[in-house]
């Protein structure tokens, strides 16, 4: 492919390594329930979750090119792994840095990078993300602290994060128009107030510490606060809707691991000395047309990649490729469960897990169906 260089190539056969030998002996550990915190924090050291960041934020100097290289890698094995690889070094740490001060880099941004810490973003009320002015979650000045009080759903994270980053109303009259009016605090986990629910049990996506969250009286320095009161989510949506795209190199992981273990289950799958490959040309025409979605999917989400490294206002394109990228997965993962029978639904295959955690796409950060009506506000 034309994006594949010497030192990609590198990149791509180290993460693959890393993939086999740390992320795919854990998978049965992951559908248990139990979160790979040894695994991000190593995906940190080997300098992965730095592919992301400027050299100034501790990283190697950003390009999306290598960052969505290794997403793919990973989801190939497990989409939940490479969620909370990206949710610590992308959706946390790359979201807010450019607003941190000095010394917040080095107390969260850097070691966060390293994998020293573990970041999570809780946002998510039952009102939604950014729907402020029904916020519960609130900040309320007290001398020179801030004391928190509500709660948070779907906290990827919870109870595992070193730090939580807590999305607060601080402001008695938010603007819906310019956002304004919301707060982020980073709150260490041993906070007094700081108390973590239920973790849910969810279809797909085992193992990621989704729950509930509460804030009693939880009291936080003023150098918890992150950027200007008031304006975080402006910031924050700076990157958050471009940000998006990384779901595609999850979509992208997905599709392709499962397409080849179906390719290989239809070529050693035989009946009558036939194999299924061989048998059923309309068994080669779906194969062909999942072939073609997956490349399509590579070619925009590459091209999209190097797009982002040269500045370009990808905002709609986020959302275009989190969209469709999950339609892709979801369809190919369909498929191919169903080519393999009654056997892809046994667990042991692998398949149907895939299926399972490409579901969760249509969600995370955001419903696909809320992000293509806000898409299609700003057209």
């Known amino acids: 492919m034309w994006y594949i260089t010497r030192e990609r190539k590198l990149l791509q056969s180290i993460v ?25 924090k190593r995906l940190g050291g080997i300098g992965v979750l730095g592919l992301c960041h400027d050299t100034k934020y501790g990283g190697h100097g950003v390009d999306y090119i290598n960052w969505y290289i290794a997403l793919e890698e990973i989801s190939k094995a497990s989409s939940a792994v490479a969620l909370l690889a990206a949710q610590t070094s992308e959706l946390c740490a790359h979201f807010c840095e450019d607003v941190c001060t000095p010394e917040q880099v080095e107390k969260y941004i850097k070691p966060a990078v390293r994998g020293e810490i573990i970041l999570g973003q809780f946002a998510t009320e039952h009102s939604g993300m950014i729907t402020v002015a029904d916020f519960n979650t609130t900040a309320v000045r007290d001398g020179d602290d801030w004391v928190i009080n509500g709660s948070k759903i779907f906290s990827t994270n919870a109870g595992v994060c070193d730090y939580a980053m807590v999305l607060c109303r601080t402001s008695q009259a938010p603007d819906p128009a310019t956002m304004r009016g919301a707060s982020m605090f980073m709150v260490h986990k041993s906070n007094p107030g700081y108390v973590v629910g ?22 936080v320095p003023s150098d918890a606060l992150i950027g200007e009161v008031d304006g975080y989510l402006p910031e924050l949506m700076k990157r958050f809707t471009p940000g998006l795209g990384l779901y595609a190199a999850l ?15 239809l070529d050693n799958r035989v009946q009558a000395g036939v194999s299924l490959w061989d048998r059923h040309q309309v068994v080669r025409n779906q194969m062909s047309q999942m072939w073609m979605q997956i490349e399509t999917l590579r070619c925009a989400l590459y091209g999209y990649a190097e797009m982002q490294n040269k500045g ?40 149907e897990r895939y299926y399972r955690d490409v579901k969760m796409f249509d969600f995370a950060c955001g419903s696909n169906f809320s992000l293509v009506d806000a ?4 057209l």
């Open 16 to 40: 693959r390594e890393f993939v086999e030998t740390e992320i795919v002996p854990f998978i049965p550990e992951l559908e248990k329930g139990i979160y790979p915190l040894g695994i991000i």
């Open 198 to 219: 239920h973790i849910e049990n969810k279809l797909g996506w085992h193992g990621t510490s989704t729950g509930q969250t509460y804030f009693n009286d939880c009291r």
């Open 251 to 265: 979509s992208l992981g997905c599709a392709e691991a499962v397409y080849r273990k179906t390719r290989t289950f």
């Open 312 to 351: 370009m206002d990808v905002t709609g394109l986020g959302i275009a490729l989190k969209v469709e990228g999950t339609k892709v997965a979801k369809s190919v993962c369909d498929t191919c469960l169903t080519l393999h029978g009654g056997i892809g639904t046994v667990n042991e295959t692998g398949i």
């Open 375 to 378: 898409l299609a506000v700003s």
